[in-house]
């Protein structure tokens, strides 16, 4: 089963991974032979390379961000199951062993019910001209916590700084509220000089820190301080979890390989995706009014 990082513009040639060897050099989306492709292109180009490899009946993967509107997002969406391919999208970590390992916490019930979520992705650059920090950062977070909500949000707030010839926002502060009383705070910035990517998931009864700058030994900690209900506070120390050292782009890239074996959706799936893109488009409709 031959796999292309696709350019669909320029012959290329491929490897058979079932049976290494080098096939004919011909446009890959009218080589029957290739029947899956990665994506990994400009974001701007996405929609029109991903439907022309499922209109040739290829399954896709398409890498962050799915694409730059709502309405391209459905189209391609769409199509993949009109056409019955896999489309998966590089929603990298939720193939992190130390998200997958908060998530299981979570439901184990250590921290309680879910009161806030947080997010931190803070870093200097790449600055991109086609696409703002909210597609190339914030996608990310959003991904995760819709993994954690199994629930659109209600409402989105958002403000944003500008400061470079981009198309959009350089930095930018994102409010969620979800049913059951749940908000989320984001805050994205390609600007800033030090790095920080850590998410926080605070309960009734302690709090999840993963932090990704960190060491595999120190990623994920839990801390069961808590709130009580006289607003005094039971603090508690800070203790690391175990958690499994792994490579989430290749447990992503395999879980595509196997989806396409199996026929089976992968976790991050057009719907996935697809609810992400809507999140994105509510916090850039609030951008637009606030910018009014």
């Known amino acids: 089963m031959p796999i292309l990082n696709a350019n669909p513009f320029i012959p290329l040639l491929s490897v058979n991974l079932s049976a290494p060897r080098v096939i004919a050099s011909v446009p890959i989306f009218l080589n029957e032979e290739i029947t899956a492709v990665v994506i990994a292109t400009s974001a701007r180009t996405h929609k029109e390379i991903a439907i022309q490899a499922l209109k040739n009946n290829k399954d896709v993967f398409i890498e962050k961000p799915f694409s730059l509107s709502l309405s391209d997002a459905n189209l391609i969406s769409k199509l993949a199951i009109t056409k019955n391919k896999i489309l998966m999208v590089g929603h990298l970590l939720n193939y992190h062993n130390s998200f997958l390992e908060l998530k299981k916490v979570i439901k184990e019930g250590k921290i309680g019910s879910i009161k806030n979520i947080r997010a931190q992705r803070l870093a200097l650059g790449s600055i991109r001209n086609y696409e703002s920090v909210l597609y190339d950062l914030t996608v990310h977070d959003i991904s995760m916590i819709l993994s954690i909500t199994q629930a659109l949000p209600l409402k989105a707030l958002a403000h944003s700084i500008h400061h470079n010839s981009n198309v959009g926002p350089d930095a930018v502060s994102v409010t969620l509220y979800f049913k059951d009383g749940i ?40 801390n069961q301080s808590s709130i009580n209900p006289d607003n005094t506070i039971d603090l508690k120390n800070t203790k690391n979890l175990t958690v499994k050292q792994n490579e989430p782009l290749k447990i992503e890239l395999e879980s595509f390989l196997s989806s396409i074996k199996s026929r089976k959706n992968p976790v991050t799936n057009h719907t996935e995706a697809l609810n992400v893109q809507i999140v994105m488009e509510m916090i850039q409709d609030n951008l637009k009014k606030n910018k009014a």
Request: charged share 25%; proline share 2%.
């Open 183 to 222: 908000t989320a705070v984001l805050n994205s910035d390609w600007m800033c000089p030090y790095k920080e990517h850590r998410f926080s998931v605070i309960g009734s009864k302690g709090s999840l820190i993963f932090d990704d700058t960190k060491n595999w030994d120190s990623k994920l900690s839990l």
